[in-house]
């Protein structure tokens, strides 16, 4: 099945761009959704379809897809943005929703 | 408002069966596909199964394909599923979560539940 690898971790200060990578075979011609987890609560949806937000997500969030990478940005970051992130994408050739590991931000 | 609540989790014996609700609130619920995610402790989320708005046409994960079924009430705005020989490998949070469309398996979850505890434990 599809696999989608992400680093473990990111970490940033506040103020700075905290850039986290999903990697997959050919992802660029995939749909990438993007979603924070903060701890003891839900995911919640932050970027979709490569780059659009859900309305009520800051613009600092931004995404981006080419190639083996997908990439989501975090702009400005603040301490209220540490949370679990997780790409996720839809398989075609086993129709199944699989996501990424999952990416750790802290926060400095 | 959109809102998902589920319920039915607990404790359950390898082997055993679970069968989790989904509520939903603030929207039709048959104009929307709806699927199953999971998160075992400290790890990452993992699809279960999708159910199309209609409930003609279901998907599974492998890793639970033949166990588990995936089904929807429209009329009363609910959503199951029917997990039988439980694993420990099962044990989670099980998510309920909806998509912004009927049928569109490249959509993504655009609101989820909080999530309802699955322990499988001898």
């Known amino acids: 099945s599809y696999v989608l690898t992400q680093p473990p971790s990111v970490s940033v200060a506040p103020g700075q761009t905290a850039r986290i990578t999903c990697g997959g075979n050919?992802?660029?011609?995939?749909?990438v959704h993007w979603y924070q987890q903060k701890s003891g609560q839900a995911p919640v949806l932050v970027v979709y379809?490569?780059?659009d937000r859900p309305s009520g997500i800051p613009e600092r969030f931004s995404g981006s897809n080419s190639g083996n990478t997908a990439t989501l940005t975090i702009s400005r970051v603040e301490a209220g943005d540490e949370a679990d992130y997780y790409c996720?994408?839809?398989?075609?050739?086993?129709?199944?929703?699989?996501f990424g590991g999952g990416t750790k931000l802290t926060v400095l | 408002e959109v809102q998902l609540l589920e319920s039915g989790g607990g404790l359950v014996q390898p082997g055993g069966s679970l069968r989790l609700s989904c509520a939903a609130s603030?929207?039709?619920?048959?104009?929307?596909?709806m699927s199953w995610v999971r998160q075992g402790p400290g790890k990452g989320l993992e699809w279960v199964s999708v159910?199309?708005?209609?409930?003609?046409?279901?998907n599974y994960a492998d890793s639970v394909k033949g166990r588990f079924t995936i089904s929807r009430d429209n009329s009363k705005n609910m959503l199951y599923l029917q997990m039988n020989s439980l694993r420990v490998e099962d044990t989670a949070v099980y998510y309920c979560?909806?998509?912004?469309?009927?049928?569109?398996?490249?959509?993504?979850?655009?609101?989820w539940g909080q999530g309802t505890l699955v322990t499988v434990s001898p």
């Open positions: 979560a909806k998509d912004p469309k009927r049928v569109d398996p490249s959509s993504p979850f655009d609101y």
């Open positions: 603030g929207f039709t619920l048959s104009s929307y596909a």
């Open positions: 159910i199309s708005g209609s409930g003609d046409s279901t």
């Open positions: 050919n992802i660029g011609s995939e749909s």
């Open positions: 379809d490569d780059s």
């Open positions: 996720q994408v839809w398989d075609s050739n086993s129709d199944q929703r699989v």
